[in-house]
């Protein structure tokens, strides 16, 4: 049971330069969310999509893209990566359901330094 | 004043022990309460979900939710070294999906 992959899992970048984090799940969830997480701050919702060829911002929205690939696939981009977005980034993945929230499950993280 | 306010420890207790881990909150429209547990260099899993007011029991964790006082608690009896963790709580309201997280809670047990 796979659950949330995250790729790459550590990255080191200079300022400036670009990269997209992927993520995949395979429990047919329609939801897909991502956040990071900075020490102090717990995690802050970036995008997220509710559904398949649907997204939106977060709290925290700023220097980043997402593309939601297909119902498995959510990727964040970084287009001029800056040092203040250095972070652990987390997927993740729920169901809506009607009248009703379900939990979400996290991926492992992917750890981005930006020099 | 952020919407969801956890004490970040550190919180350091003797094996055995029971924890008690809280959570306040501000918005008034939050319905889903989950505690998540994070070990080093992992992501967050599922520990306890609960909707509404109430307590639900799993195992030695036990979750309360006070919506009267914008309160909730996670109780963990017998403590034992491998719950060494962050103890996140989190939350959110109806329909919307969106998780407002806690700080987090470091937890050590220690032997």
């Known amino acids: 049971n796979a659950g949330v992959t995250q790729t790459p899992k550590f990255q080191v970048l200079k300022t400036g330069q670009s990269m997209t984090l992927q993520c995949a799940q395979d429990m047919n969830h329609n939801s897909m969310y991502w956040y990071r997480q900075d020490p102090g701050m717990g995690l802050r919702l970036i995008y997220y999509s509710a559904s398949e060829g649907t997204t939106d911002k977060g709290e925290v929205p700023n220097g980043y893209n997402v593309s939601r690939l297909n119902k498995r696939e959510f990727s964040l981009r970084l287009e001029s990566a800056a040092p203040s977005q250095t972070s652990v980034y987390f997927c993740?993945?729920?169901?809506?359901?009607?009248?009703?929230?379900?939990?979400?499950?996290f991926g492992d993280g992917t750890r981005l330094s930006i020099l | 004043q952020k919407e969801v306010e956890q004490d970040p420890g550190p919180l350091s207790v003797p094996e055995g022990a029971i924890v008690s881990l809280n959570c306040t909150y501000s918005n008034s429209a939050f319905q889903y309460f989950m505690w998540y547990r994070q070990y080093s260099r992992k992501g967050p899993e599922l520990l306890m979900y609960t909707y509404s007011s109430g307590n639900k029991e799993d195992g030695r964790f036990t979750a309360q939710v006070d919506k009267s006082s914008k309160y909730i608690s996670l109780f963990i009896r017998d403590s034992q070294p491998s719950d060494s963790a962050t103890y996140l709580c989190?939350?959110?309201?109806?329909?919307?999906?969106?998780?407002?997280f806690g700080q987090g809670t470091t937890l050590q047990v220690k032997p």
């Open positions: 993740a993945s729920s169901e809506i359901g009607v009248g009703s929230n379900q939990p979400q499950h």
């Open positions: 989190a939350m959110s309201a109806a329909g919307t999906g969106k998780l407002i």
